[in-house]
C-alpha cells in the first residue's frame, strides 16, 4: 500500500479504470515515482462502478483486453465473446495484481482541486481527505463516462422504494423477485438492463422518451479451443484493430452503396444482422454514416426487423426511431430485447406523449397517471466526456478554469494537451483517438504516446511543456472539420455533447466532443507530431526559473 505520508510526486495519474491501470504500468517500468489516485474504493472505473444487471462489453472481449503483454494474453480465457461486468472486473484486477500495480494505487482519494504553480511549474492538489498533493505532471485517466446524470425530476427525494442510477447500482445482490420495477432511458444502459431483468421481475415498466436504434449483441461462449485460436490469432487481431476507423475487428463494406444492388445490400445487411457485435454498425456500407438516402433505406431494413419482433404493431412503432437514422447516436447493442415487450408484465410508457411530471412517495406519476413501483432504475446517462473534467477545479495558467475555458465545448491539442494548462495530460481526452473508438485500443495508443512524450521531457530536462494557442485552434477546427460529413453531427446524443439534465447541454448545442477521423489517421498524426520535436508545444526548463524563463518552442507546422 503506498505511503499516505508522501505529498510530492513527478506523476498524479487521476483515475485507476482502464487507462489508468495501463499508465501506472508504463510509468513504474521507467521507475518514474508516480501515483494514481481514485475516488472509488477500488480499482476498475467503469467496471468498478456499473454494476448493473446486464452490463457487459460491446466489444469482443478478446479486443477489448489490453495487448501489451504477450504473458497476460496467453493466460487469460476470455469465457463469452462479450463479457459481464463482474468477470471484467476480474480481469481488471488480475492485470493490477500480476504486474503488481496496487501498491501505486490510492482509493477513497476523491481530487476536488488540481491548479497550477506557475512559479514552481507544477500541479497542487486538493484531496477530499484533506491532503494537499503536489506533482510536477497530471494525467488525466477520468474516463469519458462516468459522471451519471440521473434526470432533475420534482419529488425525487419523497420516493420510499429504492432507486438509483445505473452506474449507482448497489454492490450488494438487488432482489428483484417480485418486485415492480420502472426503468427510466433507452440508451446502451437501459436496453441492457432491461433485457437482463424482464424475466426476473414481477412487473416491468418502461419510460422512454426516445427510442434507440438497436441490434442483436449475438453473444455467446468462447470454448477452451476457440480460445486457443484466439491466442494464436492475436497478433494479427489487433493489427486488424489498428487500421480498422474504430479500432476494433469490423472492416467497412468498401463496395459503394449505390454500385451493388438492393438484392445485394438486403443480403449484406441479413447477414450482418446475425453477426456477433457492432458488425452491423462497422461492416456496413461506410454511407450509411455519410449519407441521408443510404441511412435511410437501411434503417427502414432495421425498423422492419423490429415490427418482425415485436408481436403489438403499435408497440413496435413506438420502438422505432423517427428523429434520427441508424448508427448516427451510439449503437446500442441488445440480446433479446424487443422480445421484452411481448411479455405479459411488460409495459412501455411514452414520456413524449405522457411526461413524467413527479416522482411521487410511491412511484412516478404521468400527465396521464400514477404508476406505483417497488424499485426505480434511471438509465438517464452521463454527463459525458467533459463532464469528470467540470467537476474538478482545474487551473492553469492566470487561474483560468478549465470548465470556463471548455463552457462551450472543448478545445484540444491532439485531445492530449490544452493550451494554459502546463504539465496536464490526457490519454484518452475529449477530441482525442479513444473517445470514439474500441476504448482500450485507442487508451494503449494515448498512453504510450503521452509515456514516449514525458520521456522526451525527462532527457531534455524540461520541466513545463504546453501547447500553443494556434496549435491547439487547428487541431480543434480539424476536429469540427471531421464532423461535417457525418449524418451524427446532427444527432441528440452524447457524442455532440446533448443531455438534458445537465445545465446548458439541454438544448443540444453541437459540442466537438470525439475525433472522426479514425484510428489510423489520429496515429498518423500524433505520431507525426512526435517525430517532428513536437510541434505545436512549447517547452520550458525550470533551471532558469526566477531568471526568466527559458522557453523553446519547437516549431509550428499544421497539425492538419
Ligand atoms: P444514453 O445513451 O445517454 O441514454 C440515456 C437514456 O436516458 C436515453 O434514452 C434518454 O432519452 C433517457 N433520458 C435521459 N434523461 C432523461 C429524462 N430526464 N427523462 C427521461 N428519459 C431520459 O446513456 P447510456 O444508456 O447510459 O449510454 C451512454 C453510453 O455508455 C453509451 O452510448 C455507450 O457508449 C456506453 N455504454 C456502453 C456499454 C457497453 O459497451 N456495453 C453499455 C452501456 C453503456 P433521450 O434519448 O430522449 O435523451
Known sequence: MIERTKSHYEVIVIGAGVAGIYQIKLLADLGVDATVLDAAADLGGTWYWNRYPGAR???ESYTYGFSFSKELLDEWHWKERFSGQPENLRYLNYVADKF?????MQFNCKVESAHFDEAKDLWRLKVADGRELTSRFVIMAIGLLSIPTPPRLKGMEKFKGRSFHTFHWPQEKVDLAGKKVAVIGTGATGIQVIAEIADKVADLTVFQRRPNWSAPLNNGPISDAEMADIRARYDEIFATCSRTP???????????FYEVSREERVKLWDRLYNTPGFAIWLRNFREIFTDEKANAEFSEYVAERIRQRVKDPVIAEKLIPRDHGFGVQRVPMETRYFEVYNRDNAHLVD???TPIVEVTETGLRTTERDYDFDIIVYATGFDAITGAFDHIDIR???????RDKWS????????????GFPNFLMPSGPQSGSASTNYPRGIEIGVGWCTKFLEYMWAHGYTRAEPTIEAEKRWTDHVIKMYSTMLMRKAKSWFTGYNSNVDGHEHGKTRYFVYNGGTPKYVSKIKEIAEHGYQGIVFGSASLLGQGRDTEDL???AAD
Do not use: N
Not at 492553469?396 to 478549465?402: A, E, M
Open 57 to 59: 462489453f460491446d466489444s
Open 408 to 419: 462551450d465545448g472543448p478545445s484540444t491539442f491532439l485531445g492530449v494537451f490544452v493550451h
Open 100 to 104: 503488481d500495480l496496487r501498491k501505486y
Open 351 to 353: 414520456i413524449s406523449e
Open 555 to 557: 516549431g509550428e507546422k
Open 246 to 256: 474504430g479500432g476494433f475487428e469490423h472492416e467497412p463494406d468498401r463496395r459503394g
Open 396 to 402: 492553469g495558467v492566470g487561474g483560468t478554469k478549465l
